[in-house]
């Protein structure tokens, strides 16, 4: 992958939380720059090839793997990560919740965010919270470019893990479903995917909504009627289901024939 560094500035995404963050077009502007303006460039010689190859010298790309998980063993599974092999399940797919955020490429932008995964505790109403500075990350396999930011923490005590009290506010990041469930943790993590990968306009698929909690609930309600029938259909397998599937589906990737 290759990775550069842009301006570094301090800018929160959460989901439905009352905090403030900088101007917005003020963040586009920044952002613009990163994207625009030539940077040094670090290699990760781990992902990707040589910087000096051109499009037709790329290695063929290798099929997705859930590299986030701690656990192949599907009974050690955390909510983490079930969750991260939810998310890992329906974009590995060719369905409209995929397509939505680019397709399976995006899981490389899924994979770091959940690598960069820390735990805090914070006000309920916030499930994510990504701030810092970004760095821009382009895969020589694909040209699948999306950003990361230097900090993401998921709120220990938030909807993610907690469902409320019978004597405290529902909080919860959508009216559709209950807190401390599957399908809201999974709305979770594609919620902040959308703000990392890009879609075919070239604007974040989900905007900067940090601090206008209606613009989160917004955004919340766009990833949901994009992927509502794959959500409810996450009910229908087991974690151990969707180990096996991501198995098969990678062994088809690896033996089919390359592209003419």
């Given amino acids: 992958m290759t990775r550069s560094r842009s301006a570094q500035f301090t800018w929160l995404i959460l989901l439905l939380t009352p905090f403030a963050s900088i101007n917005s077009s003020g963040q586009n502007s920044l952002i613009k720059t990163a994207l625009e303006t030539p940077t040094p460039i670090k290699e990760d010689v781990t992902n990707t090839s040589s910087t000096s190859a051109s499009t037709e010298e790329r290695i063929p790309v290798r099929p997705p793997e859930p590299i986030a998980l701690r656990s192949r063993d599907p009974r050690k599974l955390s909510q983490v990560d079930r969750a991260y092999l939810d998310a890992f399940t329906i974009l590995n797919d060719d369905n409209p919740c995929s397509r939505f955020f680019g397709g399976r490429d995006a899981i490389a932008a899924l994979n770091d965010m959940v690598l960069q995964l ?9 499930a994510i919270r990504m701030s810092g500075g970004t760095t821009m990350i382009q895969s020589h396999m694909t040209g699948f470019t999306f950003r990361l930011f230097d900090k993401v923490e998921l709120n220990m005590a938030g909807a993610f893990f907690r469902s409320p009290a019978p004597s405290e506010r529902r909080v919860s990041i959508t009216p559709t479903y209950a807190p401390n469930t599957r399908e809201t943790r999974v709305v979770v993590f594609l919620h902040e995917l959308g703000h990392l990968v890009r879609g ?3 604007h974040w698929v989900l905007s900067d909504d940090g601090d206008d909690p209606a613009l989160s609930l917004g ?3 766009r990833v949901i009627s994009a992927c509502r029938k794959q959500i409810t259909s996450l009910a229908e397998r087991t974690p151990a289901q969707e180990l096996e599937m991501t198995t098969t589906l990678a062994q088809k990737i690896a033996d089919a024939p390359p592209p003419n």
């Fill in 118 to 126: 820390k735990t805090s505790y914070f006000e309920r109403d916030v």
């Fill in 200 to 202: 075919t306009d070239r």
């Fill in 219 to 221: 955004n919340t309600q």
